[in-house]
T-cell receptor
Framework: GQNIDQPTEMTATEGAIVQINCTYQ??????LFWYQQHAGEAPTFLSY??LDGLEEKGRFSSFLSRSKGYSYLLLKELQMKDSASYLC??????????WGAGTKLIIKP | EPEVTQTPSHQVTQMGQEVILRCVPI?????FYWYRQILGQKVEFLVS????????KSEIFDDQFSVERPDGSNFTLKIRSTKLEDSAMYFC??????????????FGAGTRLSVL
């Protein structure tokens, strides 16, 4: 079966750095996405990795290792507004997005 | 910035009734999708649509569900006879389908469906 694992919840301090990990086992791979979702709202696109390595976009970076079935999202200089769920999703061989359950990130002052 | 729009934001219906959820994808996008998210659970793929036909669908997307692109802008999800367990947030998404960002899916704000 297809499986995406990420921690259920993480807590971090405002101004700090946090790394959210994601491991996946899917039938095929056409890229890995990270989305941010505030409660009751739509997922908002953050990053897309299709090749191994690090993609940096402002305060957010995403890393992919296809051989390990592993990715992480790195958030720097945390702000209170970063409190949200972070969803890892993989595009499988049928171009279906398979979603993780999300990591709820709590930012404390 | 172009965005996916969905209407209504909240739909309340009686069990057994038909509902139609509406979406306007981003105008130059070629692929359209419907997802659902039951409260507190993960996002689940329902269906993808390309070139006026379904390209992929999940096990959830049974005969009670259908999609349509009635004109050049709207993309609808119909549930023929709603069940209590259809209560969820339904998200529409679209992706360019070409270029470097071809697979990036952009989501609408969702329609919250409550079946009573």
């Amino acid at each position: 079966g297809q499986n995406i694992d990420q921690p259920t919840e993480m807590t971090a301090t405002e101004g700090a750095i946090v790394q959210i990990n994601c491991t996946y086992q899917t039938s095929g791979f056409n890229g890995l996405f990270w989305y941010q979702q505030h409660a009751g709202e739509a997922p908002t696109f953050l990053s897309y990795n299709v090749l191994d390595g690090l993609e940096e976009k402002g305060r957010f970076s995403s890393f992919l290792s296809r051989s390990k079935g592993y990715s992480y999202l790195l958030l720097k200089e945390l702000q209170m507004k970063d409190s949200a769920s972070y969803l890892c999703a993989v595009l499988d061989s049928n171009y279906q997005l398979i979603w993780g359950a999300g990591t709820k990130l709590i930012i404390k002052p | 910035e172009p965005e996916v729009t969905q209407t209504p934001s909240h739909q309340v219906t009686q069990m057994g009734q038909e509902v139609i959820l509406r979406c306007v994808p981003i105008s130059n996008h070629l692929y359209f999708y419907w997802y659902r998210q039951i409260l507190g659970q993960k996002v689940e793929f329902l269906v993808s649509f390309y070139n006026n036909e379904i390209s992929e669908k999940s096990e959830i997307f049974d005969d009670q569900f259908s999609v349509e692109r009635p004109d050049g802008s709207n993309f609808t999800l119909k549930i023929r006879s709603t069940k209590l367990e259809d209560s969820a947030m339904y998200f529409c998404a679209s992706s360019p389908g070409q270029g470097l960002a071809k697979n990036i899916q952009y989501f609408g704000a969702g329609t919250r469906l409550s079946v009573l």
